[in-house]
């Protein structure tokens, strides 16, 4: 576990990689959100929207950066993630999640981290969605 005191401001977490988004990834992701959009599962919808084929949801990328965080944190101590979406993830795109640690304090006995998060195409390198996370670590240590 995490704690406070071993985290220092400008060290980054462990960065997450994600498989290629394929077309199963999308139908998945679309069944368990209920995002059933078309532009994201079907060609032809996809093309007629003036697109040269279907991209993944937003939200996908963003449960990778959830999970980028879950990996480094309990998920209760996630309190705050406020993100912008800054680019289409097309099709086969393999997302890389980082994240860095821009501030902590202590604020009435909680222990506060803001960590900026980043989702970007690992081949690219294009940024789809940056933001600021802010964690509560006093949550790792309750029950």
């Known amino acids: 576990m995490i704690t406070f005191d071993k985290i220092n401001v400008g060290s980054f977490l462990p960065a997450l990689s994600t498989e290629k ?3 199963t990834t999308l139908a998945l992701y679309a069944g368990a959100s209920g995002d059933e959009n078309p532009i994201h599962i079907d060609i032809d919808f996809a093309k007629s929207a003036g697109m040269d084929d279907v991209f993944a949801h937003g939200m996908l990328s963003m449960a990778y950066l959830g999970r ?10 996630i309190k705050k993630i406020d993100v912008r979406f800054t680019a289409i993830t097309p099709l086969f795109a393999q997302i890389i999640c980082t994240g860095e640690v821009k501030n902590k304090e202590v604020i009435d006995g909680q222990e506060i981290i803001e960590v900026l998060v980043e989702a970007k195409d690992s081949n690219s390198g294009e940024v789809k969605i940056s933001g600021m996370a802010i964690l509560n670590l006093t949550e790792n240590k309750s029950n």
């Open 68 to 77: 980028l965080l879950t990996n480094w944190v309990d998920q209760r101590c």
């Open 21 to 23: 988004i394929s077309r």
